[in-house]
C-alpha cells in the first residue's frame, strides 16, 4: 500500500467529478448503510459533507464482522477541506443523526455511517478518534471505491486480498 500523498489522478474511469479548486487539505471519507432506503442515505449523507471532489461508483457489499445482517451499500468520496479532524468526526456524527442512526451494536445494521478513512498529513490515535481509520487497509468495502478514486494510495492487489466480497453497480 502507498500512502504517500500525491497529485490527483483524474483518468479513473467510473469516477464521478463533483466540484474542482476546492482548498485543503485532500481527505477521503467511507459512507455505507444497510437500513431503510440506503441509496437515500447515502446521497443524503454525501450531500452533507465539505468541498466534494468526487464521488465514487456504488457499490453493494457482504456485511464484514458483526450479527448476520442485509448487505451494505458502501461508496468512498474525496473531499479538499481544512477542517480539522475532530470538527469532521462531530459533522459525521451530526450526518449519521441525521439519517436517524441509532446505535445499538458495535458492527451492527445502520442507516449511515460516515467514516474518516484518510487525511493528507495525519496520523493520531486517541480514544474517539483513530486517522487512518485502522481497518480500512483490510476491508474490499472501502478499498474497491478507494481504488476508484485513489490509484495512486490502492493497488489492484490491495483490493484483491481484501476481506468480503463487493459488486460494482454504477453510479450513486
Ligand atoms: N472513530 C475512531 N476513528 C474513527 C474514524 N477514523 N472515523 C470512533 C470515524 N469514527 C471513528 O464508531 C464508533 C466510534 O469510532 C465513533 O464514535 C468514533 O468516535 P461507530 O460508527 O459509532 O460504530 P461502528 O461503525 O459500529 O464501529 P467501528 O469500529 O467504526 O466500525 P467499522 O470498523 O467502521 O465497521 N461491512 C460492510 N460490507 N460495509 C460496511 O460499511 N461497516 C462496518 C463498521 C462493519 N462491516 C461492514 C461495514
Ligand atoms: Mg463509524
Redo the contacts with the bound molecule.
Keep these: 500500500m502507498t500512502l504517500h500523498s500525491a497529485d490527483r489522478n483524474d483518468s479513473t474511469a467510473g469516477k464521478r467529478a463533483v466540484g474542482d479548486d476546492a482548498g485543503g487539505r485532500r481527505v477521503f471519507m467511507?459512507l455505507?448503510s444497510n437500513m431503510g432506503d440506503r441509496r437515500t442515505h447515502l446521497r443524503q449523507g454525501v450531500e452533507m459533507l465539505p468541498g466534494v471532489v468526487a464521488v465514487s461508483p456504488l457499490y453493494e457489499?457482504?456485511?464484514?464482522?458483526?450479527p448476520s445482517q442485509e448487505a451494505?451499500l458502501?461508496v468512498a468520496v474525496e473531499l479538499r477541506t481544512d477542517l480539522e479532524p475532530t470538527r469532521l468526526?462531530g459533522l459525521?456524527?451530526r450526518i449519521e443523526s441525521a439519517a436517524e442512526r441509532v446505535?445499538e451494536q458495535?458492527?451492527?445494521p445502520r442507516t449511515l455511517?460516515v467514516?474518516?478513512i484518510w487525511m493528507e498529513g495525519i496520523e493520531l490515535d486517541t480514544d474517539?478518534?483513530?486517522?487512518p481509520?485502522p481497518?480500512w487497509t483490510q476491508r474490499r468495502?472501502v478499498l474497491a471505491p478507494m481504488r476508484d478514486l485513489a490509484p495512486d494510495l490502492v493497488s489492484e492487489s490491495d483490493v484483491r486480498f481484501g476481506e468480503?466480497t463487493v459488486q460494482r453497480l454504477g453510479e450513486l
Design positions: 467511507s455505507g457489499t457482504d456485511p464484514v464482522g458483526g451494505f458502501n468526526l459525521c456524527h446505535r458495535r458492527w451492527g455511517d467514516d474518516i474517539r478518534l483513530t486517522i481509520h481497518r468495502f468480503g
